[in-house]
């Protein structure tokens, strides 16, 4: 009996039709869309982009090291420079853009939507899975990264083993993983709702991260960068002028902490609940 066709495959109006979840959930199917997830992710070219950038910090120090004779006497300076100003502004936030932005837009371009739809998880839960996985290459990209450029910093310094690796680089890290899971779950949303996606988290992280919160006015409540300062200066015994915190009048650290999760529980559960309520349309070879 010869083969045909129709039955070699679905026929073509059903590959037309938007994908719908199967209700059910396995946490083993889960796990292991976590780990292709995580796997995507770490072998993108996005991320090698990112690690390059991430250098940029650790590079200047070891410009300043080299070309200034009085390098000693500014240490606090450059550290408050790489590691308190450009790392937490613009490379933290960028990192979370680049790689929450495309968790389902590059399934979905890349045509592969339909493999993750037709596991058994509700659509939510799969959401999650590509959200966790975006935030877990995010933070460890910042820690390592943070940890050179801390090194860059110190090296050579009496407290460099210990006060500074581990104990500073972890602490730091912590903060930047904290403002990761707010920056991933709000690009991540954002991407479901515009196509402009990096167009619009760019303006974000300059109008918002990079000018708002460094602006003494009610706005900068709005931000992730207000926070994570009051954390910092908390947590950290930090006293950076420039911010302009009067820390008698700012939230206590437990309060920022809880702002901060909330915000990210929030809106990564709103989007969740907004992928797990789309239709997508699958596209197909023939321009479906």
């Known amino acids: 009996m010869s083969s045909t066709p129709a039955a070699l495959g679905p026929p073509q109006a059903t590959l037309d039709r938007p994908a719908r979840p199967s209700g059910r959930f396995s946490f083993g199917a889960w796990w292991t869309l976590f780990r292709v997830s995580v796997w995507q992710f770490v072998r993108g070219r996005r991320l090698l982009a990112l690690g390059a950038l991430f250098l940029l910090p650790a590079g200047l120090a070891l410009l300043a090291r080299y070309y200034n004779p009085r390098y000693d006497e500014n240490v606090?300076?450059?550290?408050?420079?790489?590691?308190?100003?450009?790392?937490?502004?613009?490379?933290?936030?960028?990192?979370?853009?680049?790689?929450?932005?495309?968790m389902i837009r590059d399934e979905v371009e890349g045509q592969t939507i339909t493999y993750l739809l037709i596991r058994p998880l509700p659509r939510p839960s799969i959401y999650a899975a590509k959200l966790l996985a975006a935030w877990c290459v995010c933070a460890a990209l910042s820690a390592v990264f943070l940890a050179v450029t801390l090194a860059a910093i110190h090296w050579g310094t009496s407290d460099f083993w210990g006060e500074i690796l581990p104990k500073r680089a972890a602490q730091v890290s912590a903060l930047s993983a904290l403002s990761l899971l707010v920056y991933v779950a709000l690009f991540g949303g954002?991407?479901?709702?515009?196509?402009?996606?990096?167009?619009?988290?760019?303006?974000?992280?300059v109008v918002f991260e990079g000018v708002f919160a460094n602006i003494d006015f009610m706005v900068r409540r709005l931000t992730v960068l207000w926070y994570v300062r009051i954390l910092s200066e908390r947590w950290l015994d930090l006293h950076v002028s420039s911010w302009t915190i009067n820390l008698s009048e700012a939230p206590?650290?437990?309060?920022?902490?809880?702002?901060?999760?909330?915000?990210?529980?929030?809106?990564?559960?709103?989007?969740?609940?907004?992928?797990?309520?789309?239709?997508?349309?699958?596209?197909?070879?023939?321009?479906?």
């Open 190 to 205: 954002l991407s479901l709702l515009v196509r402009w996606v990096l167009l619009f988290g760019v303006g974000y992280i």
């Open 252 to 288: 206590s650290g437990e309060e920022a902490l809880w702002t901060l999760l909330g915000a990210a529980v929030g809106l990564g559960g709103a989007a969740a609940w907004l992928f797990g309520r789309r239709e997508i349309t699958v596209k197909t070879p023939e321009g479906g």
């Open 76 to 102: 606090e300076a450059t550290e408050e420079i790489l590691v308190f100003y450009m790392i937490p502004q613009a490379l933290v936030p960028l990192s979370a853009l680049v790689l929450a932005s495309g």
